[in-house]
Nanobody
Framework: QVQLVESGGGVVQAGGSLRLSCAAS????????KGWFRQAPGKEREFVAS????????AYADSVRGRFTISRDNVKNTVYLQMNSLKPEDTAVYYC?????????????????WGRGTQVTVSS
């Protein structure tokens, strides 16, 4: 049984910061790639960031590059998303996902496992 549980969401003013966490359990998740996606009301789920098993390869959406940083701690089986300089357009439910084939990528379909999401609200 694979479980991904996100935490760290909340309400923050524009320009502020939040750090999201995704705790993973079950199977050999430490060798899987992980991704963060987000979905705003009335919009499709969109890619935010991805990281491979070792943390040596990452990818970011253009809209967050330079403001967000993805990282992981394989001892703790946890992936993080540090979000700085937040904007109202970053408001969304943020989801963590896992790819057993260890591919850094932006396509939702490549990720087999998903968490239930954590709400991030950025006020102007």
């Amino acid at each position: 049984q694979v479980q991904l549980v996100e935490s760290g969401g909340g309400v923050v003013q524009a320009g502020g910061s939040l750090r999201l966490s995704c705790a993973a359990s079950g199977r050999t998740l430490s060798v899987w790639a992980k991704g963060w996606f987000r979905q705003a009301p009335g919009k499709e789920r969109e890619f935010v960031a991805s990281i491979d098993a070792t943390g040596g390869n990452t990818a970011y959406a253009d809209s967050v590059r330079g403001r967000f940083t993805i990282s992981r701690d394989n001892v703790k089986n946890t992936v993080y998303l540090q979000m700085n300089s937040l904007k109202p357009e970053d408001t969304a439910v943020y989801y963590c996902a896992a790819d057993p084939r260890n591919r850094v990528g932006y396509r939702p379909l490549q990720y087999d496992y998903w968490g239930r999401g954590t709400q991030v609200t950025v006020s102007s």
